[in-house]
């Protein structure tokens, strides 16, 4: 019985500690690293979801500057931080 137990808080801890191994924190956004695939689908998708359409190129400018605002606006409030003017 005493053994089982021991094997039971074994198993226990090394699942704790696996469990923080695995639980990175979030790294801040760096826009100077490498991306991986899916990490730009997903700024495109941020993006897109700001109102940049990558094929208005009418309004090319003004449509990607509004957008980029907007993104940096939610990555800041998402950190924590504030936006500078």
Known sequence: MKIASLAGLGALLAAVS????????????D?????????????????????????????????ALSAGRIVAARRAQQMGGSMPQ
């Open 31 to 63: 826009p100077s690293a490498p991306l991986t695939r899916a990490q730009v689908k997903a700024d495109l998708a941020e993006w897109r979801a700001a109102g940049y359409d990558p094929l208005d190129w009418i309004d090319y400018p003004d449509n």
């Open 18 to 29: 696996m469990s923080t191994a695995v639980a990175q924190p979030a790294r801040p956004y």
